[in-house]
């Protein structure tokens, strides 16, 4: 009855056949590249940009873009070999339950919730902004008491409820409308950088590194956590202000651990699923650092949008026309963030609820749509409300810690599961083993400590309410408790 307790590879696997729980297998390595690029194009360079640019580290969050393109990318091939080699729904928290034992796993399933629901719930925030801007633009204007910003943003709301419907329905069906979106924002930010090209002024770039700089007084909360633990004075810009702003940024690129969330669903998931989530990580990277080098070209950092910031950089070049284009994209590129976001959330509670440790009842799938249709319902509405009535600027932070959290956690238990399985087949393997995933554990680690203290005590709470539900319901009801030996694990349709 151990809380470590580990479930086999085999076992994993051939949970992924039982009836009731087994979910379609119809996803290509296009479909998974484009899932990828759907969910992190737009979930950073069209929300947070600016505001880092702005706040934290001025032209040289660039170099921030790419100190969080390292981190993913080591992360990234953690992901790739449990992908290729686990191809079942959950990613990290399917991986690290064959790897690190239940509690762990539980822990990373829980964190990954935040992220997914957290980042869907941000970036509908980040949609409604833009929608804003692309209605100014034609003439309408949304009532300020259900605007962006308002103490019920309705027009988020709205488009989660869409998606929720659109996500039930199918994801195939999902990911065409996906795809028409990807290549629509795709094409917007490659409009951004080369109409954008023409309008950058070299001295926007001086100085690169803006010299550091005390930040106000405020709160001791919202100070970083190592600067809190070892007593620096709260700065922004110079170089603290690029790591930073690289652990802002970093919401750019989660998403591409969300392709591992859709395994069971791949075709061929050994082949498609390392080059699902690689190519979509290094095609955004190369289209994320373009933009921030023309964004911060065109427009002095001090004086960025801290929202809406790509089609505000066109208004004050004077491009109004520019700017419509661009928010009419960020509307529709957002859209496929959110919506895979979705997609990824509710296979991660599928994949727990599979396990006993959460309500058995709540995965079954629906046998005409071939989706977890209670799960994909409630997670929308709760992601509809949070997205309505947060305040924005308040969630980014706590969604990487969570992301993060699960990066570190997975890096690790890649030499783990090398060590306590050599035999196992891996179709992808992360080369210079162990080294890299404890060099992606330890970048991981140092981007945590960059958070603000306030989002560590949140953080915490909500680790310490995940406890609470493992140790009361969980625990005693997972597939695991009371088996008899390793490999006796009961079938679902006992429940």
């Known amino acids: 009855m151990s809380v470590m307790r580990t479930k086999s590879i085999e076992q994993t696997i051939r949970e992924g056949d039982e009836p009731e729980y087994q979910l379609k297998k119809r996803l290509t390595a296009l479909d998974l590249t484009v ?40 992360a990234a091939l953690c992901y790739a070999e449990f992908a290729s080699s686990i191809p079942v729904s959950g990613s990290a928290y399917t991986f690290s339950y064959a790897s690190l034992g239940e509690l762990v796993a539980w822990i990373i399933g829980w964190d990954l919730l935040l992220e997914l629901l957290l980042g869907a719930s941000v970036v509908a925030q980040g949609w409604s902004a833009y929608l804003g801007i692309f209605l100014d633009h034609l003439g309408i204007t949304i009532p300020e008491s259900v605007a962006y910003g308002s103490s019920f943003d309705l027009p988020a709301f709205l488009l989660v409820l869409a998606l929720t419907v ?26 951004v950088i080369f109409a954008g090209i023409g309008y950058i002024k070299s001295s926007n770039y001086s100085p690169f590194i803006p010299p550091s700089q005390p930040t106000e007084s405020g709160s001791t909360m919202e100070q970083p956590l190592i600067e809190y633990l070892f007593g620096f004075a709260p700065a922004a810009f110079g170089i603290s202000g690029i790591f930073a702003a690289a652990s802002l940024v970093f919401f750019a690129y989660i998403g591409f651990d969300v392709v591992a969330t859709t395994a069971e669903e ?7 699923l390392p080059r699902g989530i690689i190519g979509s990580l290094i095609i955004c990277t190369v289209l994320y650092c373009a933009t921030a080098l023309v964004l911060t070209g065109m427009v002095k950092y001090d004086q960025l949008a801290e929202a ?38 509710s296979r991660v509670v599928f994949a727990m609820s599979r396990d006993w440790l959460l309500p058995s009842a709540l995965g079954k799938v629906n046998r005409r749509t071939g989706t977890p249709l209670k799960i994909t319902i409630g997670l929308g509405l709760l992601v509809a409300l949070v997205a309505a009535l947060t305040p924005v600027g308040k969630l980014e932070f706590m969604i990487n810690i969570g992301t993060l959290t699960a990066f570190f956690l997975v890096s690790i238990a890649v030499p783990v599961l090398r060590r306590r399985r050599p035999d196992f087949e891996r179709p992808f393997r992360v080369p210079f083993s162990p080294w890299l995933p404890w060099v992606s554990a330890a970048i991981c680690f140092y981007l945590m400590l960059t958070l603000p203290v306030e989002t560590w005590l949140r953080f915490l709470i909500w680790l310490a309410l995940g406890f609470l539900i493992y140790f009361v319901y969980g625990y005693k009801r997972s597939r695991l408790a009371g088996r008899a030996r390793e490999g006796e694990v009961p079938s679902m349709t006992s429940t």
């Open 35 to 74: 899932f990828g690029v759907g969910v992190v194009i737009g979930a950073g360079i069209f929300t947070v940009a600016g505001r880092a640019a702005n706040q934290l580290a001025g032209p040289a969050v660039i170099i921030s873009f790419i100190v969080a393109a390292l981190c993913c990318g080591l």
């Open 166 to 191: 659109l996500v039930s329905i199918g994801i195939k069906e999902s990911l065409r409308v996906n795809m028409a979106l990807v290549a629509l924002k795709v094409f917007i930010v490659l409009f």
């Open 266 to 272: 791949a075709k061929n998931p050994a082949r498609d």
């Open 308 to 345: 809406g910031s790509l089609a505000g950089a066109f208004e004050q070049v004077g491009k109004p026309a520019y700017a419509t284009l661009i928010s009419a994209g960020a509307v529709a590129g957002l859209t496929t963030v959110v919506m895979t976001l979705l997609i990824g959330a």
